[in-house]
């Protein structure tokens, strides 16, 4: 499996753009990108998900360099209830045949202030 | 629609005794998956059922846990006896369909203390 590295965590002031990077050096042909986010209290949620070039959907945007080393998620004007630790995963989508199983690194806490 | 439902959201049992966690899925998921986070680790997979089967269970710890899913629908899983160390939050998730961007969607998780 190949190892996420990401920031331990981050401020940012309201109405900003945070860009969330993450590191995967060793990720495979196969793999794809996805993102989590989990507020306290609660189970993750998937964000986004990506192979390569950008993804865009109505939470964030996904940027993934032409090597795919590393990939940052993008989230627009950021507002307090973006408050959340933030995953990246990395690994081969569900084929349906097998066994599944998403592996969490520590992940991003990311800190919004009024 | 509602989402991945655990009960109860909080166990507090002293060490040696039983608790049994219940997970409700999705309606209409096939696939079910136990997750936990022990104090200050990452979250960690424990087993993974397609319908009533155990499709992988490398993730769990020791004979001690038990998880089962009769008929498909929930899944309870029991740990017996516990220990300090299983103290922790853990999570249900089930998915439905395959390939690029099949989502996994958690419950809330139950948080475990044993004292």
């Known amino acids: 499996l190949a190892k996420t590295t990401q920031p331990i965590s981050m401020d940012s002031y309201e109405g900003q753009e945070v860009n969330i990077t993450c590191s995967h050096n060793?990720?495979?042909?196969?793999?794809?990108i996805t993102w989590y986010q989990q507020f306290p209290s609660q189970g993750p949620r998937f964000i986004i998900q990506?192979?390569?070039t950008k993804v865009t959907n109505e939470v964030a945007s996904l940027f993934i360099p032409a090597d795919r080393k590393s990939s940052t998620l993008s989230l627009p004007r950021v507002s307090l209830s973006d408050t959340a630790v933030y995953y990246c995963?990395?690994?081969?989508?569900?084929?349906?045949?097998?066994?599944?199983?998403?592996?969490f690194g520590k992940g991003t806490k990311l800190s919004v202030i009024p | 629609e509602a989402g991945v439902t655990q009960f109860p959201s909080h166990s507090v049992i002293e060490k040696g005794q039983t608790v049994t966690l219940r997970c409700d899925p999705i309606?209409?998921?096939?696939?079910l998956y136990w997750y936990r986070r022990v104090m200050g680790k990452e979250i960690k997979f424990l087993l993974h059922?397609?319908?009533?089967?155990?499709?992988?269970e490398s993730g769990m710890p020791n004979n001690r846990f038990l998880a089962e899913r009769t008929g498909g629908t929930y899944s309870t899983l029991k740990v017996q006896p516990a220990e300090l160390e299983d103290s922790g939050v853990y999570f249900c998730?089930?998915?439905?369909?395959?390939?690029?961007?099949?989502?996994?969607?958690f419950g809330q998780g139950t948080r475990l203390t044993v004292v």
């Open positions: 995963l990395v690994g081969v989508p569900y084929s349906g045949a097998g066994s599944y199983q998403l592996t």
């Open positions: 998730a089930s998915s439905q369909g395959r390939g690029v961007n099949t989502e996994a969607f």
């Open positions: 059922f397609v319908k009533e089967s155990k499709q992988d």
């Open positions: 990506g192979y390569k």
């Open positions: 060793n990720i495979a042909t196969n793999d794809y």
């Open positions: 309606s209409g998921h096939d696939n």
